[in-house]
């Protein structure tokens, strides 16, 4: 079966520092994948995605993240964190070979520290 | 262009009562799908349609039900609400072409089963 793991439940990280999240995935067939961030209490919103071409992806509000094949991983990072990207992330992966049905990783919490 | 409405934003349910979430989409996508969000858990695809007349099951379907008479609407149904079913539920519609993919997702709507 199809699916994301996300390793790390909550991060705490300062600001002003680098921040990674981790992503893998166990597809079968040539996945797309997105990161997702989400506010308390608000909708999803889209950071970036990857559907083919260049693995190293630049998103929204300086983040970027870079698909690696052979590690079956899509991990997100920043270089320099703000206060205001304390949210909930979620990976997702989806393939046309299944139906384009999106499988999301259970989210990380990220808390920035001043 | 509203992309994804879904009414109501908030709800709240007694046991065993019954209730649709509607979800109304003006893109003129064929996919669309419904996901349930728990803490810890990400989101979960309950139901999803790839076209008026056509739907199937997602990760957790038990307890909702889902029809699809017109391309622009896919309400989800509670025909018995259980407390297990308090939770965040939103729509999504699907684009996709030969080297593009997106998603577009609803604002959400809040369902309490007390």
């Known amino acids: 079966a199809q699916s994301v793991t996300q390793p790390d439940i909550h991060i705490t990280v300062s600001e002003g520092a680098s921040l990674e999240l981790r992503c893998n995935y166990s597809?079968?067939?040539?996945?797309?994948l997105f990161w997702y961030v989400q506010s308390p209490g608000q909708g999803l919103q889209l950071l970036l995605k990857?559907?083919?071409?260049?693995?190293l992806v630049q998103g929204i509000k300086g983040f970027e993240a870079e698909f690696k094949r052979s590690q079956s991983s899509f991990n997100l990072r920043k270089p320099s964190v703000h206060w205001s990207d304390a949210a909930e992330y979620f990976c997702?992966?989806?393939?046309?070979?299944?139906?384009?049905?999106?499988?999301f990783g259970a989210g990380t919490i990220l808390r920035v520290k001043s | 262009n509203a992309g994804v409405t879904q009414t109501p934003k908030f709800q709240v349910l007694k046991t065993g009562q019954s209730m649709t979430l509607q979800c109304a989409q003006d893109m003129n996508h064929e996919y669309m799908s419904w996901y349930r969000q728990d803490p810890g858990m990400g989101l979960r695809l309950i139901h999803y349609s790839v076209g008026a007349g056509i739907t199937d099951q997602g990760e957790v379907p038990n307890g909702y039900n889902v029809s699809r008479s017109t391309t622009e609407d896919f309400p989800l149904r509670l025909l018995s609400a259980a407390p297990s079913q308090t939770s965040v539920y939103f729509c999504a519609t699907l684009i996709q072409g030969d080297l593009y993919v997106g998603y577009t997702f609803g604002s959400g709507t809040r369902l309490t089963v007390v």
């Open positions: 597809y079968g067939a040539t996945p797309y």
């Open positions: 990857y559907f083919s071409g260049d693995t």
């Open positions: 997702a992966v989806g393939a046309m070979e299944y139906g384009n049905k999106l499988v």
